[in-house]
């Protein structure tokens, strides 16, 4: 079946440090990758994608990384800073005639002053 | 430009009640879906509406439907509400069927007590 699963459900930096979020999915017929942050009482928020037919793909402070051999996902972000605690959850899109998304876990990430 | 709106931000029901969420999509984008999201799990989808038809449904209850009308604006119907159903129940709307980027409101968290 589906599922998109997350290594590390916490994960504490301290500020400036780099930080690396993991996720592995199970659908190898996904095409398209997502990652999102979610702040507490606010719905996801897009950060970067990424499609099936590239490695590795650069946004501002963040860089998503897909190995599609061993189904894995990882989104990393640069100098980490405050703004960046929230929980992180990556998702995939799932094909069947409507655009589901399905989600993992979630990654909950926090930033040490 | 306004985001996707969801109204109401906050509800407290009785078990066996009825419950209407709605969604209002960003200006422009036809496609709604809805997620629920239990605390601590990643998002799960509902439905997704495109041009007023039902194109995706989820693994969920016929106790749970929806609607879009002519303005795109959609709404999330629970019946016989289950203390399970307890949840935060996100809008994401995208501009067209298959469009890969789903922009979310800020949800609607559902107490059923």
């Known amino acids: 079946g589906e599922s998109v699963g997350l290594h590390l459900p916490t994960l504490s930096v301290q500020e400036g440090d780099n930080s690396i979020i993991n996720c592995a999915y199970s659908?190898?017929?996904?095409?398209?990758f997502i990652w999102y942050k979610q702040e507490s009482g606010k719905g996801p928020q897009f950060i970067i994608d990424?499609?099936?037919?590239?490695d590795k793909r650069q946004g501002q402070r963040v860089t998503v990384l897909l190995n599609k051999t061993v189904k894995h996902l990882s989104l990393q972000i640069a100098a980490t800073q405050p703004g960046d605690s929230a929980v992180y959850f990556c998702?995939?899109?799932?094909?069947?005639?409507?655009?589901?998304?399905?989600f993992g876990q979630g990654t909950r990430l926090t930033i040490n002053p | 430009d306004a985001g996707v709106t969801q109204s109401p931000t906050h509800l407290i029901k009785t078990r066996g009640q009825h419950v209407t969420l709605r969604c209002s999509p960003i200006?422009?984008?036809?496609?709604v879906s809805w997620y629920q999201q239990v605390l601590g799990q990643g998002p799960q989808f509902i439905f997704q509406?495109?041009?007023?038809?039902?194109?995706g449904r989820g693994n969920f209850p016929d106790r749970f439907s929806a609607r879009q009308f002519p303005n795109y604006s959609s709404e999330l119907n629970v019946n016989a509400l289950l203390l399970g159903d307890s949840a935060l129940y996100l809008c994401?709307?995208?501009?067209?069927?298959?469009?890969?980027?789903?922009?979310f409101g800020q949800g609607t968290r559902l107490t059923v007590v």
């Open positions: 659908n190898s017929a996904s095409d398209y």
């Open positions: 994401a709307s995208s501009l067209a069927n298959l469009n890969t980027e789903a922009f």
């Open positions: 998702a995939e899109r799932s094909f069947q005639g409507a655009q589901k998304l399905v």
């Open positions: 990424i499609r099936s037919n590239m």
């Open positions: 509406y495109y041009e007023k038809e039902e194109r």
């Open positions: 200006s422009g984008h036809k496609s």
